[in-house]
């Protein structure tokens, strides 16, 4: 009997690594003998670098670079098992989380470190990078990590712009000629589940800005900056980034990303699933465990457990998803290739009990014992 065990995080309660773990604990407690392989995911978001190293054997690594508001930060980003793929979230450089909220205000913080990260990683050998865009503080089109990258964004006296979303109107021109040489060659995927302009009413400025810090005047003004980035870019260029679909994520950063660096957009999900190779993983496998801390409607687009389920659905494996929490329009997910579902909660119980760390585990290990036995039964 072999078994993939394919799950996200339990977000506040336990790791992909950790979720693996405890369906592993519940299978072996019904099989001894059966073989099972853990493959750690996520979604593009939190977690990604962290599932991906574990996924490929490779390592983390820990640096300090510049945060969201020009200070130095601890950030860590991974190294696959391949030595040529680095893994970085840009929430480690960027994040809301890094700024208190009495001073998040996207007008002044900057993506200057993701750019920092991009070049210790390609010092270390990275040739390639799987990009997560997710949770960021920032406003400022990806101008801070382009800064980073040798980029030059002057103003009308030639001077050099400063730093954060706030200076996005005073771009007139960019200089190429201090980019660095290593960027060449070097192949970007981002993951982006997200299809919004850079600017305008749906734009980065607009959808995501308030999210930041932003009041409405400053939501005008950085839309306005962006506006100026575009056109910038367009005459230096010929490069229309507002046509870029996902341009506005992260605050601009997809821009940035798929306009000057050549990077291309992608679904999350899909981009992950690729990476750890879970087509070549589930041929010849007899079933898939996969599950994430919630199943909903949101699940059927573009989610882990879709993910999973859709490539079981190919080679015709069999397909069940565990959550935390289940959703009547979860009922979806049995059309679009997962087999069953279910919720590993056993009791009512708070909130806050649920998402206790050892309790999570210990409800994966004992509901994925319980659909070995039914499995195996069926079969």
């Known amino acids: 009997m072999n078994i993939i065990i394919a799950m996200d995080s339990f977000k506040g309660s336990v790791t992909s690594m950790e979720a693996g773990e405890a369906v592993a604990s519940g299978i072996r407690t019904a099989v001894p003998g059966a073989r099972h392989t853990i493959i750690p995911l996520a979604d593009g978001g939190e977690g990604t670098a962290d599932a991906l190293v574990r996924a490929t054997g490779g390592h983390l690594i820990r640096t300090r670079v510049t945060g969201p508001l020009g200070e130095p930060v601890d950030a860590t980003y991974g190294l696959l098992g391949d030595g040529e793929t680095a893994a970085i979230e840009i929430a480690e450089t960027c994040g809301l989380t ?3 909220e009495s001073e998040r205000n996207p007008n002044n913080t900057t993506t200057y470190g993701v750019g920092e990260l991009i070049l210790d990683a390609i010092d270390r050998g990275a040739q390639s990078f799987i990009i997560g865009l997710g949770g960021s503080a920032t406003n400022d089109a990806g101008v801070g990590m382009l800064q980073a990258l040798g980029y030059r964004f002057l103003d009308e006296t030639g001077e050099e712009v400063p730093r954060g979303g706030k200076a996005l109107g005073a771009i007139r021109s960019i200089d190429t000629a201090a980019v660095h040489p290593s960027l060449r060659g070097v192949l970007i995927q981002v993951a982006c589940d997200v299809n919004n302009p850079l600017y305008g009413e749906q734009g980065a400025a607009h959808i995501y800005g308030p999210q930041k810090g932003a009041d409405q005047e400053t ?4 839309d306005d900056g962006l506006r100026n980035f575009a056109r910038v870019v367009r005459e230096h260029f010929g490069i229309d980034v507002q046509a870029i679909q996902g341009a506005g994520a992260a605050g601009g950063l997809g821009a940035a990303f798929a306009g000057l660096l050549g990077g291309e957009l992608r679904s999350g999900i899909d981009l992950m ?7 070549e993983h589930l041929k010849g496998a007899d079933l898939v465990i996969t599950g994430e801390g919630k199943l909903d409607a949101q699940s059927s687009m573009g989610k882990t457990a879709m993910g999973v389920a859709g490539l079981a659905k190919e080679l015709g494996v069999p397909c069940v ?8 329009d979860a009922a979806a997910l049995n059309e679009l290739g997962v087999t069953a579902y279910y919720s ?6 708070s909130l806050k009990d649920a998402m206790e760390s050892e309790r999570t585990k210990l409800n994966l290990s004992r509901t994925s014992h319980q659909v070995i036995r039914l499995f195996l039964r069926s079969n």
């Open 98 to 100: 890094l700024v208190p």
């Open 219 to 222: 939501v005008k003004e950085l």
């Open 273 to 279: 699933l690729e990476a750890v190779d879970l087509n």
């Open 321 to 328: 998803a565990l959550a935390g929490s289940v959703t009547e």
């Open 344 to 349: 590993i909660m056993w009791e009512p119980m």
